[in-house]
């Protein structure tokens, strides 16, 4: 488990420009049960969040169709929350850090980590882009 004092800056990025943080497993089930489209960020301390998946998920919020809701857990930090959050991610392995697209509670889009490090935060942005034309 990561230190709630070093991790804050890393879910400050993401919070202050409109994602939504969920630290508890309640949290993640009342967030993911809401109908349309929703992007859940599996936030990490590594450096491919810190300069790819991070970035990248938050330029992709400034393109003209975007997801209804958006949210983060913290691997390493909001354990059980992040495991629940990863049981809506069917048919996927865990994956820290990993960017989520669900329609209607279903998982129909996923960035995993092997699919964000050595990718820049335009690719990762362009990929959500290109699945939030399809689902949003």
């Not at 890393?10 to 049960?33: F, S």
């Given at each position: 488990?990561?230190s709630?004092?070093?991790t ?27 109908e349309?489209?929703t ?6 301390v590594?450096g491919c969040a ?5 970035p ?10 975007t997801?209804d809701n958006?949210y ?11 495991k629940k959050?990863?049981?809506y991610?069917?048919g996927?392995?865990p994956?820290?850090?990993s960017?989520?697209?669900l329609k ?13 490090e050595?990718?820049s ?12 034309d399809e689902?949003?």
């Amino acid at each position: 488990m990561y230190s709630p004092e070093m991790t804050k800056p890393m879910e400050l990025e993401l919070t202050t420009r409109g994602i939504k943080a969920l630290h508890t497993t309640e949290e993640v089930d009342e967030a993911l049960q809401k109908e349309g489209t929703t992007m859940v960020v599996v936030n990490s301390v590594c450096g491919c969040a810190a300069g790819n998946a991070r970035p990248g998920a938050l330029f992709s919020l400034q393109h003209s169709k975007t997801p209804d809701n958006s949210y983060t857990v913290f691997a390493g930090v909001d354990s059980d929350a992040v495991k629940k959050a990863r049981e809506y991610f069917t048919g996927k392995l865990p994956s820290s850090p990993s960017i989520a697209l669900l329609k209607n509670k279903e998982l129909v889009f996923m960035l995993e980590r092997k699919d964000i490090e050595g990718h820049s935060p335009d690719e990762v942005s362009n990929s959500l882009k290109r699945a939030f034309d399809e689902y949003c």
